[in-house]
Every structure is written in C-alpha cells, then in structure tokens.
Nanobody
C-alpha cells in the first residue's frame, strides 16, 4: 500500500500563488504516476494535473493550463503543484492520488489506487 499526505493549502486572494506538496510512503515502488484532483462542495472530483513517475510526461486540465505546474522529486517521494494566478473558481479541496497502471488515462479517478486526506485551498475575490 501507498500512503499520501498533502500539505500547503490555505487562504489566498485572487491572483496569488500557492504550492502544494504530496509526500508518499509505503510501497512507493508501485507508483507509475501521481496526480492532483480537486473537489468543491456539491461537485464531482475533477482532474487537475498528473505526472509520470519514470518520465517527464505531464497532463493538465484545460482550466489550469498556463497557470499550474506539476513536478516531482522521486528521491523524496514527493509531488508538487505550483498554482499561480489563482481564481475564485480554483477553491476546492485538493487531493493527490497514485496510479499503478500505465494504460488508463490520467484524468479518470478510478485509475488511481488511493488518495491523501486532501488540503483546502480557498481563493477570495
């Protein structure tokens, strides 16, 4: 099993920046990719970004392209999400997840084997 712990969320005004971190432990050798999803109250969990664990391949939702950057540090078993030019519609609980397969698409939540507890991001107007 893999355990994930997110951190870095908080309150920020529109146009500001935050950097989220997700540290993995346990059977990290099973990780093929890591991704970020977000969920607002009353809404479904939406894909944000993902990165392969063995290459530099990344994927982003259209709503965050040009504003968010996902990166990883395999030695630290950690994935990051740098969020710039934040908008009120970015307000949500942000979750990181791990993916063990190399076949299913990054933006499908069911392709992920587990999730962290989430970190809250609130963007005020």
């Amino acid at each position: 099993q893999v355990q994930l712990v997110e951190s870095g969320g908080g309150l920020v005004q529109a146009g500001g920046s935050l950097r989220l971190s997700c540290a993995a432990s346990g059977r990290t050798d099973s990780i093929a990719a890591m991704g970020w999803f977000r969920q607002a109250p009353g809404k479904e969990r939406d894909f944000v970004a993902a990165i392969s664990w063995s290459s530099t391949m990344t994927s982003y939702a259209d709503s965050v392209k040009g504003r968010f950057t996902i990166s990883r540090d395999n030695a630290k078993n950690t994935v990051y999400l740098q969020m710039n030019s934040l908008k009120p519609e970015d307000t949500a609980v942000y979750y990181c997840g791990y993916k063990t397969d190399t076949y299913f698409r990054f933006n499908w939540p069911n392709a992920y084997g587990g999730w962290g507890q989430g970190t809250h991001v609130t963007v005020s107007s």
